[in-house]
C-alpha cells in the first residue's frame, strides 16, 4: 500500500511541476529601458504610466516612477493573459505634476526581441500632469528599422559653441522624412570646432537623403559648420550639409533648413 501511495505522490508532483514549467514558458515578458535627460531638474519623483501598444489592439500597462537625471533604468513585468505582439507605439501619461524631461525609451517583449526605438523630439520635450509645465499625455510610434549616424561639426566662430541649444534633425528623403531624437550626449557638447558623432536607431529610411531641418529649443545659440548624414548599411555614401549661409540654431529662430 505504501508503496502505491509513493508511486501515487510521485506521479502528482512531477504533473504539478510540469504545470508549473508550463506556466512560466506561456509567460510573456515585456520590457522598457528608459532614460532620462542629462538636464538640470530632468529627473521626476513621481508616477508615470506607459502604455505599450502592440497590432491586433493589444496594450500592456507599466508604472514607473523614481527617474533620476541623466539616468537609465529597465523595467520588466511578466504576464500569462496578455500575449506580446508586435510593438507599435508606446503612449505616455503623466500622474504627477513633477515634471520629467524623457530623452528616449526603448521596448521589445518576448515576441519582439527586436529593440524598438521611441525619442522625444517634439516641440515641448517636458512632460507633467500640469499642463502650463509639459504634456500631459502623448503617444510615440515606431518610425523604423533604419540607423542612422550623424556627424555635427561646431564652428570656430566667435559664440558659435552652446550648452543650452537641445536640438533634433529630421532627415527628408525621396520616402518621406524621419526624427532623431536630441543631439545631445554629454555636457561638454558643441564647443567652437569640436567634431561630434551622434547614433540613432530605430528610424524611417527616406531612401536617398535630400535635406535636414535643424530645430533648436534652447535659448544659447548654436552655430554649426556642417553635418554629415549616414545610415549605417552597405553601399551608402555620406551626404554632407554645409551651413553656408551661417544660419544660427536657437529658440525663436526659423528652423535650420539645408538641402543637397
Given at each position: 500500500?505504501?508503496?502505491?501511495?509513493?508511486?501515487?505522490?510521485?506521479?502528482?508532483?512531477?504533473?504539478?511541476?510540469?504545470?508549473?514549467?508550463?506556466?512560466?514558458?506561456?509567460?510573456?515578458?515585456f520590457?522598457?529601458?528608459?532614460?532620462?535627460?542629462?538636464?538640470r531638474?530632468?529627473?521626476?519623483?513621481?508616477?508615470?504610466?506607459?502604455?505599450?501598444?502592440?497590432?491586433?489592439?493589444?496594450?500592456?500597462?507599466?508604472?514607473?516612477?523614481?527617474l533620476?537625471?541623466?539616468?537609465?533604468?529597465?523595467?520588466?513585468?511578466?504576464?500569462?493573459?496578455?500575449?506580446?505582439?508586435k510593438?507599435?507605439?508606446?503612449?505616455?501619461?503623466?500622474?504627477?505634476?513633477?515634471?520629467?524631461?524623457?530623452?528616449?525609451?526603448?521596448?521589445?517583449?518576448?515576441?519582439?526581441?527586436?529593440?524598438?526605438?521611441?525619442?522625444?523630439?517634439?516641440?515641448?520635450?517636458?512632460?507633467?500632469?500640469?499642463?502650463?509645465?509639459?504634456?500631459?499625455?502623448?503617444?510615440?510610434?515606431?518610425?523604423?528599422?533604419?540607423?542612422?549616424?550623424?556627424?555635427?561639426?561646431?564652428?570656430?566662430?566667435?559664440?558659435?559653441?552652446?550648452d543650452?541649444?537641445?536640438?533634433?534633425?529630421?532627415?527628408?528623403?525621396?520616402?518621406?522624412?524621419?526624427?532623431?531624437?536630441?543631439?545631445?550626449?554629454?555636457?561638454?557638447?558643441?564647443?567652437?570646432g569640436?567634431?561630434?558623432?551622434?547614433?540613432?536607431?530605430?528610424?524611417?529610411?527616406?531612401?536617398?537623403?535630400?535635406?535636414?531641418?535643424?530645430?533648436?529649443?534652447?535659448?544659447?545659440g548654436?552655430?554649426?559648420?556642417?553635418?554629415?548624414?549616414?545610415?549605417?548599411?552597405?553601399?551608402?555614401?555620406?551626404?554632407?550639409?554645409?551651413?553656408?549661409?551661417?544660419?544660427?540654431?536657437?529658440?525663436?529662430?526659423?528652423?535650420?533648413?539645408?538641402?543637397?
Open positions: 500500500s505504501s508503496g502505491i501511495n509513493a508511486e501515487y505522490g510521485d506521479s502528482n508532483c512531477s504533473k504539478l511541476l510540469l504545470f508549473m514549467f508550463l506556466g512560466l514558458v506561456a509567460a510573456d515578458q520590457n522598457l529601458r528608459v532614460y532620462t535627460a542629462d538636464h531638474n530632468a529627473g521626476t519623483s513621481g508616477n508615470i504610466n506607459i502604455e505599450m501598444e502592440m497590432e491586433g489592439s493589444i496594450t500592456f500597462p507599466f508604472t514607473i516612477g523614481n533620476g537625471s541623466n539616468s537609465v533604468r529597465t523595467f520588466s513585468k511578466t504576464s500569462d493573459t496578455v500575449e506580446a505582439g510593438i507599435k507605439c508606446i503612449n505616455i501619461e503623466m500622474a504627477t505634476s513633477d515634471s520629467w524631461l524623457p530623452d528616449k525609451i526603448v521596448a521589445w517583449n518576448s515576441a519582439d526581441d527586436e529593440e524598438v526605438y521611441f525619442y522625444n523630439y517634439d516641440r515641448q520635450l517636458w512632460f507633467s500632469s500640469d499642463s502650463s509645465e509639459g504634456h500631459r499625455t502623448q503617444k510615440w510610434c515606431k518610425q523604423g528599422n533604419t540607423e542612422y549616424i550623424l556627424t555635427a561639426t561646431t564652428s570656430g566662430s566667435r559664440n558659435a559653441d552652446s543650452s541649444i537641445w536640438a533634433n534633425v529630421e532627415i527628408r528623403g525621396k520616402k518621406g522624412s524621419t526624427h532623431t531624437g536630441i543631439l545631445h550626449s554629454s555636457s561638454d557638447n558643441f564647443r567652437k569640436a567634431v561630434e558623432t551622434f547614433t540613432f536607431k530605430g528610424m524611417k529610411d527616406v531612401s536617398t537623403i535630400e535635406c535636414i531641418v535643424v530645430k533648436a529649443r534652447g535659448s544659447d548654436w552655430l554649426f559648420s556642417s553635418i554629415v548624414v549616414r545610415k549605417n548599411e552597405e553601399d551608402t555614401r555620406d551626404r554632407t550639409f554645409y551651413n553656408d549661409r551661417r544660419m544660427w540654431s536657437k529658440l525663436g529662430y526659423p528652423d535650420v533648413e539645408i538641402c543637397l
